[in-house]
């Protein structure tokens, strides 16, 4: 499952600055708002009950929906999309790794560094530490 969800979120994410038609994603308009906001939040540290809070729905509404229609929990797309987005950096040019982990919300490198290599496969290299 891990490597389809990958290949669903890099067929999703942004080309050309152009957003993905989320017609091809879904048709619930709940779930394109929080594609939405995680979009908006992605260089930011935030949690679900941030999500929640903002788009003024229960978690287990939120959690329940998402997980229907995506097949996937929202905080598990939430880590696939930052990891995803830190890798598009690290593959444009040098970026100081322990800064794109924090830009990304990760506070702790070392657990940055184990959700990159579980997810890419290989740990992050081609920056500096």
Known sequence: MPSQLLRI?????????????????????????????????????????DICEDLHYSKSYICNEFAKEMKTSLMTYVKYKKIIAAH???????????????????NDYSTFYRNYTKIIGHPPKGGRQ
């Not at 598009?88 to 990760?106: D, F, W």
């Open 9 to 49: 979120l890099i067929d999703l994410d942004y080309d050309g600055g152009a957003q993905p038609n989320r017609e091809n994603i879904t048709k619930k308009p709940i779930i394109s708002e929080i594609i939405d906001y995680i979009n908006e939040h992605l260089c930011s540290s935030f949690d679900l009950n």
């Open 88 to 106: 598009k950096e690290i593959c444009e040019g040098e970026v100081k790794l322990t800064e794109l982990a924090e830009r990304y919300g990760y």
